[in-house]
């Protein structure tokens, strides 16, 4: 009795003073991610460089691990404290991705999809087999990804685009099933499956249906997953010059594409990319847009905000039952660039995938490539960043996600779409006062332009009007109520003010992106049903007059010639915006140099704003990446942003 007048009386003490804007020092912090989310690094050998390219359970609850340098391992007792690492091949071409069946592992080299057999029982692969091997051309980025094993048996990979020689981020496929997923038999026959693929590090089953994810680049404004049925175009044009052969499940060609998009308005007669200011307005399309030209080409499910919720999207896995945490059937997804994993919640409108995408978990020592669930249902995450960079420092790593069972996070536990606005379920019950009150919430929406550049800045942004909120009886569920819905937009739902209703706890991950591209049919809650409490607007008091004389305040000419330099917090949105942050950090190395390295070059505004148009990566020996040129950043911006970068020296 009396602790429960205590946590009263304690509560209502917080809420009024936080009514106030009063920081409390006695209130208790709300849990962090790694509360309940506890990362763990798996022991390997001193000898053993791993950089994982591929990661599969065993039956028997090994794990058996393929690097990029060639080599696959078995670790046995993989959730112990002490875990035995066993080579059992080694010799390959950048392993990829690894896949075990019917006591074989099938691994995805750069050139075949190759079977490793134990014949003699020793621990260790003594035969090779190649089960069908495609053309390289030699370029770099001639990366397969997979084998994924299909519900029938058969095995898909993906296979990345080749760069062009001028521009080292315009994809090409010089080789035939560059940018394709393949279905690959046992016998060794080959479907070409769908086209349209960039950089698909990312295959996967989800609900016995093909996926894969893909990452910002030419004609990829952000990164996504993507469900591709046989036959259909996820929107690089690249592979589209092998849709002659007679074995291609699709007839789509290069020029039909290249007609809606005109690559002559974005680039010169010398090829150097438009600026901004220049470019023709209107002629940019949105995949929405030019999905009702081109009925192949497909919509990501659920879009994953470039430099929000990674820059280098990578494995999407299912979640078993009673696994981990109140997230069964979700989807998690790794990412490379920002050392992450993204949690996704799918549904099927009018039998089409859509979805919400929220983050779950970062901090991870290198880059997120591919998952696997151990027996114990804790998360293995193998890693690596050589040659592409991460927000991780390590060159590699092999860890374990463990899922703290005993307390159970605050978080959205599910988004669905509703005729008039989203449902929100919660993990636990949340205060009545704060989710009755329309100030706790926020909706934005925006898409991205479709076009060969790289990248895209966000666009068509508008701020959504709430027109109110229902609370269920048992405060694990509201609806958002809207008339403001856009069919194949990005749907930002923001929830800072929401409280739990034990602990007054703020969300874990308060921000989630709904990609909604059908709205749900049925009944639309009436206004009467809706609470439209809004503490944000203020209380209008009786105005008494006054007979103090009120004197004009002097205005003072602000001084010729003086740029306001614009300080962090003006500039933060702007680097978000146009996805600075995905590569750049302000005082360490990432992708790129850090934004204090280039202050120390000691560029003017306008030289700076010429290298973001067209970089000069000759100048930045050391870095694998280039940039790219970045025609989508206004004059503007690129004006504040060079202005704040040489305000740090």
């Given at each position: 009795?009396?602790?429960?007048?205590?946590?009263?009386?304690?509560?209502?003490?917080?809420?009024?003073?936080?009514?106030?804007?009063?920081?409390?020092?006695?209130?208790?912090?709300?849990?962090?991610?790694?509360?309940?989310?506890?990362?763990?690094?798996?022991?390997?050998?001193?000898?053993?460089?791993?950089?994982?390219?591929?990661?599969?359970?065993?039956?028997?609850?090994?794990?058996?691990?393929?690097?990029?340098?060639?080599?696959?391992?078995?670790v046995e007792n993989p959730t112990s404290a002490k875990p035995y690492f066993k080579k059992f091949a080694s010799g390959l071409h950048e392993i990829l991705g690894l896949a075990y069946k019917d006591g074989a592992f099938y691994a995805a080299q750069r050139g075949e999809?190759?079977?490793?057999?134990?014949?003699?029982?020793?621990?260790?692969?003594?035969?090779?087999?190649?089960?069908?091997?495609?053309?390289?051309?030699?370029?770099?980025?001639?990366?397969?990804?997979?084998?994924?094993?299909?519900?029938?048996?058969?095995?898909?990979?993906?296979?990345?685009?080749?760069?062009?020689?001028?521009?080292?981020?315009?994809?090409?496929?010089?080789?035939?099933?560059?940018?394709?997923?393949?279905?690959?038999?046992?016998?060794?026959?080959?479907?070409?499956?769908?086209?349209?693929?960039?950089?698909?590090?990312?295959?996967?089953?989800?609900?016995?249906?093909?996926?894969?994810?893909?990452?910002?680049?030419?004609?990829?404004?952000?990164?996504?997953?993507?469900?591709?049925?046989?036959?259909?175009?996820?929107?690089?044009?690249?592979?589209?010059?092998?849709?002659?052969?007679?074995?291609?499940?699709?007839?789509?060609?290069?020029?039909?594409?290249?007609?809606?998009?005109?690559?002559?308005?974005?680039?010169?007669?010398?090829?150097?990319?438009?600026?901004?200011?220049?470019?023709?307005?209107?002629?940019?399309?949105?995949?929405?847009e030019a999905k009702m030209s081109i009925p192949e080409l497909q919509l990501p499910a659920v879009w994953l905000p470039h430099a929000i919720l990674g820059i280098s999207n990578s494995e999407p896995i299912e979640i078993p039952e009673n696994t981990f945490g109140p997230?069964?059937?979700?989807?998690?997804?790794?990412?490379?660039?920002?050392?992450?994993?993204?949690?996704?919640?799918?549904?099927?409108?009018?039998?089409?995938?859509?979805?919400?995408?929220?983050?779950?978990?970062?901090?991870?020592?290198?880059?997120?490539?591919?998952?696997?669930?151990?027996?114990?249902?804790?998360?293995?995450?193998?890693?690596?960043?050589?040659?592409?960079?991460?927000?991780?420092?390590?060159?590699?790593?092999?860890?374990?996600?463990?899922?703290?069972?005993?307390?159970?996070?605050?978080?959205?536990?599910?988004?669905?779409?509703?005729?008039?606005?989203?449902?929100?379920?919660?993990?636990?019950?949340?205060?009545?006062?704060?989710?009755?009150?329309?100030?706790?919430?926020?909706?934005?929406?925006?898409?991205?332009?479709?076009?060969?550049?790289?990248?895209?800045?966000?666009?068509?942004?508008?701020?959504?009007?709430?027109?109110?909120?229902?609370?269920?009886?048992?405060?694990?569920?509201?609806?958002?109520?809207?008339?403001?819905?856009?069919?194949?937009?990005?749907?930002?739902?923001?929830?800072?003010?929401?409280?739990?209703?034990?602990?007054?706890?703020?969300?874990?991950?308060?921000?989630?992106?709904?990609?909604?591209?059908?709205?749900?049919?049925?009944?639309?809650?009436?206004?009467?049903?809706?609470?439209?409490?809004?503490?944000?607007?203020?209380?209008?008091?009786?105005?008494?007059?006054?007979?103090?004389?009120?004197?004009?305040?002097?205005?003072?000419?602000?001084?010729?010639?003086?740029?306001?330099?614009?300080?962090?917090?003006?500039?933060?949105?702007?680097?978000?915006?146009?996805?600075?942050?995905?590569?750049?950090?302000?005082?360490?190395?990432?992708?790129?140099?850090?934004?204090?390295?280039?202050?120390?070059?000691?560029?003017?505004?306008?030289?700076?704003?010429?290298?973001?148009?067209?970089?000069?990566?000759?100048?930045?020996?050391?870095?694998?990446?280039?940039?790219?040129?970045?025609?989508?950043?206004?004059?503007?911006?690129?004006?504040?942003?060079?202005?704040?970068?040489?305000?740090?020296?």
């Open positions: 009795m009396l602790s429960n007048l205590i946590h009263f009386y304690t509560k209502s003490i917080l809420i009024v003073l936080l009514s106030f804007g009063t920081i409390l020092t006695f209130a208790q912090e709300t849990p962090k991610e790694e509360d309940f989310y506890k990362i763990v690094k798996l022991p390997a050998p001193e000898h053993v460089l791993l950089e994982v390219g591929g990661l599969v359970t065993l039956p028997n609850g090994n794990l058996g691990v393929s690097t990029r340098r060639g080599d696959v391992y078995i999809l190759t079977k490793l057999i134990d014949t003699d029982l020793d621990g260790k692969a003594d035969v090779y087999k190649t089960i069908y091997a495609w053309p390289l051309s030699g370029h770099y980025h001639e990366y397969s990804f997979g084998p994924k094993i299909a519900p029938d048996g058969s095995f898909f990979v993906t296979g990345n685009v080749a760069f062009g020689d001028e521009e080292w981020w315009r994809g090409e496929s010089r080789v035939p099933w560059r940018g394709w997923t393949m279905q690959i038999f046992e016998d060794g026959t080959m479907k070409p499956w769908a086209t349209g693929m960039r950089s698909p590090a990312g295959p996967g089953f989800i609900n016995g249906e093909f996926f894969y994810t893909d990452n910002q680049g030419d004609w990829f404004g952000s990164g996504g997953l993507w469900r591709v049925p046989k036959g259909s175009f996820t929107g690089h044009p690249a592979g589209l010059v092998w849709t002659g052969e007679a074995n291609s499940p699709l007839k789509l060609k290069q020029q039909t594409l290249f007609d809606l998009v005109d690559e002559r308005r974005i680039r010169d007669e010398n090829g150097r990319a438009i600026k901004p200011e220049n470019i023709i307005q209107g002629e940019f399309k949105t995949r929405a997230f069964a059937g979700q989807v998690l997804i790794g990412d490379q660039g920002m050392s992450m994993i993204t949690r996704v919640m799918l549904e099927k409108v009018d039998g089409e995938y859509q979805g919400a995408a929220i983050a779950l978990r970062s901090g991870f020592r290198s880059g997120v490539l591919r998952l696997a669930w151990a027996k114990d249902g804790s998360l293995f995450v193998g890693e690596t960043n050589r040659g592409w960079g991460s927000a991780g420092d390590a060159n590699e790593g092999l860890q374990r996600l463990i899922f703290n069972q005993k307390d159970m996070p605050f978080e959205m536990k599910n988004i669905k779409a509703m005729p008039d606005g989203f449902e929100i379920e919660f993990t636990l019950p949340v205060d009545k006062n704060s989710a009755e009150d329309l100030a706790s919430y926020s909706l934005e929406t925006f898409t991205y332009k479709y076009n060969s550049v790289y990248g895209s800045p966000t666009v068509n942004q508008e701020t959504s009007v709430i027109k109110g909120v229902k609370l269920s009886n048992d405060g694990l569920k509201v609806r958002i109520v809207t008339d403001d819905l856009r069919k194949h937009y990005i749907h930002t739902l923001t929830l800072n003010g929401i409280r739990s209703k034990e602990s007054f706890y703020s969300l874990i991950h308060p921000t989630a992106y709904y990609t909604l591209h059908n709205i749900p049919s049925g009944a639309k809650l009436s206004l009467a049903e809706l609470s439209t409490k809004d503490s944000s607007i203020p209380v209008k008091k009786p105005s008494t007059k006054s007979t103090t004389k009120v004197i004009p305040e002097k205005k003072t000419e602000a001084k010729a010639n003086v740029e306001r330099v614009p300080t962090l917090s003006e500039v933060q949105g702007l680097l978000a915006k146009n996805t600075c942050i995905a590569c750049h950090n302000a005082d360490t190395r990432q992708v790129g140099p850090a934004f204090k390295e280039i202050a120390k070059r000691k560029y003017t505004n306008e030289e700076i704003v010429e290298l973001i148009y067209n970089p000069k990566p000759a100048n930045w020996p050391g870095y694998a990446t280039e940039m790219p040129p970045m025609p989508q950043v206004s004059k503007g911006d690129a004006l504040k942003i060079a202005a704040w970068i040489n305000s740090l020296n």
